[in-house]
């Protein structure tokens, strides 16, 4: 099966490199690369400026196999952060050496790869470096707008879909995440308080009650919400959830709370009050840790993976009473095909979304597209059946844009796709 790996923010694609036909298609495009080619490259700059092990990896593989061009790569490289440098303005001696290396460079070659045109003037070639310039001098500040941003919403504030939260009384209750105060009943009893993204319950407000009351909230898909149980417990509801809760738990019986989506959940310790996480399929009890339930009743894909403590995992319907499978931090239940299996997991891919990433670890193209449909609140028809079980892993900071995750997508893998309102449609290329 192809793997491919992205990686972001320098929209570059790369297969892995043990791939055969990948090492000598990269090599190939890069072996005839001149200066200012390997300074305009993403890749590259990828590699210069914000390098990882993949990055690192792969360009040291190149250079073994080419060392006729390290020279050549040292002084892109010098180019490259002289050019992302964070002062407001070159040092003219940098910014004429870094002109007249390129245009040596560019002039040392009168026959470009093929396909291009093997005679330029001096006016094009100036031009070309001046593009090179603004380009990536643009670069940082574009990381930057996108990291600090946040998700790009392309819907006014009152069209885009709306966080609600579903009161004891039945009343409902319509979440502005630039507001805060106290959230009433109809009737005008205080039942919990907004801090703008997040709720938070009070356990002294309903001192002395008999019976369990619920409130219901629920998050649509393109946002992601906060709530603060009665008893602390600290959750985080991801795109396209529902969290029924009770107001405030009573004493001396357990906490459950009931999920169809994925939350990341901090339970306070209580060790006579287990803290339970029902969903359709699989339940997950604790008494007071860190861990991430993700079961959206449409993708029939539930599991937990634990990030501290240790948690028990049970079948819904346990009618015959079996003991809890424990699994311990690092460790991912699966429930599949009516059976629970336990196993080793990356825990950065299960909870990159709480941390404002979307993380992609040797994922299913179709199951990429159902991530990118909750975090962007689109809908995608992909008429390309022969990527779906293609195998991509990459990490994206949840302020890029949904088009620009395709284009990184499509680099390598090449296919069309189309946007009509909230729908985007795929093709064959």
């Not at 009168?110 to 070639?125: A, L, Q």
């Not at 407000?205 to 009351?213: F, R």
């Not at 989506?261 to 306070?268: K, M």
């Not at 009473?321 to 299996?341: L, M, S």
Request: with cysteine; charged share 25%; hydrophobic share 35%.
């Amino acid at each position: 099966m192809k793997k491919i790996e992205v990686k972001s923010h320098f929209s570059s694609l790369t297969i892995k490199w043990h791939c055969p036909k990948f090492k000598l298609l990269m090599n190939m495009k890069y072996k005839n690369y001149q200066l200012d080619d390997f300074i305009q490259d993403e890749y590259f700059q990828k590699w210069v400026l914000q390098s990882d092990a993949m990055t690192d990896n792969f360009w040291s593989n190149w250079l073994s196999l080419n060392p006729d061009k390290k020279d050549l790569v040292n002084e892109a490289k010098q180019m490259v952060r002289l050019l992302a440098s964070d002062e407001e303005k070159l040092a003219k001696e940098d910014f004429d050496t870094m002109w007249q290396h390129i245009v040596d460079q560019r002039a040392k070659s009168t026959k470009r790869s093929p396909g291009t045109s093997s005679g330029n003037t001096t006016i094009r070639v100036m031009m070309r470096v001046a593009a090179v310039f603004i380009g990536i001098m643009g670069l940082s500040l574009g990381i930057y707008f996108y990291g600090s941003l946040g998700p790009k919403q392309n819907l006014p504030m009152e069209t885009r879909p709306q966080i609600t939260l579903e009161l004891q009384d039945g009343s409902i209750k319509v979440i502005d995440e630039g507001q805060s105060g106290v959230i009433t009943t109809s009737e005008g009893g205080r039942v919990v308080n907004q801090q703008y993204n997040k709720l938070v319950y009070d356990n002294t407000e309903n001192e002395g009650e008999q019976t369990l009351v619920y409130n219901q909230l629920i998050v649509p898909y393109g946002r992601k919400f906060e709530v603060v149980l009665s008893d602390g417990s600290h959750i985080f509801l991801n795109s396209g959830s529902k969290l029924r809760y009770p107001v405030t738990f009573l004493k001396d019986k357990a906490r459950d709370v009931f999920l169809d989506g994925e939350a990341y959940f901090s339970v306070s310790k209580d060790e006579q009050r287990p803290f339970t996480v029902v969903t359709d399929d699989m339940n997950t009890q604790v008494y007071g840790t860190e861990f991430n339930v993700s079961s959206y009743k449409n993708e029939s894909n539930t599991f937990t993976v634990l990030v501290e403590g240790s948690v028990g995992v049970y079948h819904s319907n346990n009618v015959e009473g079996t003991k809890p499978i424990t699994i311990v931090p690092g460790q991912r239940a699966v429930y599949e095909n009516g059976a629970i299996d336990v196993e080793t997991a990356n825990i950065d891919k299960y909870i990159g979304w709480k941390q404002g990433k979307l993380v992609f670890v040797d994922d299913r193209f179709e199951l990429i597209l159902k991530e990118l449909e909750r975090n962007f609140d689109v809908q995608f028809e992909n008429q390309y059946e022969d990527l779906n079980d293609m195998e991509f892993t990459g990490t994206f900071a949840y302020g890029e844009p949904l088009e620009k995750i395709l284009r990184i997508c499509k680099e390598h893998t090449p296919f069309n796709f189309t946007r009509n309102g909230n729908t985007i449609t795929i093709t064959n290329n």
